[in-house]
């Protein structure tokens, strides 16, 4: 497979073209962003943590039958992806209060929800990734109801899946946030990413922050906390 041009370079990631017109090569960058961008930053050895774990991930939930945008991990830091059509959608499932959902509602953070939550932002940076509902979504024409079905679905089916894995190494999975696209025949698959930078990870133990909000709320050992959850999840495959 060969590396083509840059095509597009985002917060944490570029990517890349290839030889092949229905597949990309993502390359993970140890750059961090939090408030929309406000806030920049760097966390050494990030994106080598980030790839490997998200496609490990990935794999895993291929194995439970949920359909992703993985094909191959390439190195550290690059993996070979098919290519979609991302759909502006950021899809985020939550467990436990905390963030934008305990600040909105007025909800200590830590308080477990009664059951899982599921809710849409438009993914938008100019407008900050307002909060939509289904109805925004179709009427701003999204995304189609049945591919709003299949994303609810699917997305409750990760939760299951991921709270299930991550238990196993003594992590709590308090909330996440997926994006999804389209392949070209038209069937809906989960791409970006799953790592740190999007979930909230707890330790099962301590409740220790083991994500991004170490970075986001300046708590210092950000790369410690990221490299602690690769090394369970290593461990844990052993
Ligand atoms: O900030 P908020 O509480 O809405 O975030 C919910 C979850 O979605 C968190 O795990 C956060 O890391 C993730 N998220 C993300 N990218 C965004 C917004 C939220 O990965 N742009």
Redesign the pocket.
Known sequence: MEKRELLYEGKAKRVYRTDDPESLIVSYKDDATAF?GLKKGRIAGKGAVNNQMSNRLMRYLEENGVPTHFIAELNERETLVKRVSVIPL?V?V?NIA??????RYGVEEGVVLDCPTF?F?Y?NDALG?PLLNTSHALALNLAAPEELTVIRTLALRVNELLRTFWAGCGITL????LEFGRLRNGSIVLADEIS?????LWDSGTQEKL???RFRQDLGRVEEAYAEVMRRMTEHDA
């Open positions: 929309n950021e985020i939550r905390a963030g934008s959902f305990s600040k809710e932002s993914k990734d308090v909330d996440f946030k740190p930078d999007t979930c909230r994500d991004k909000d």
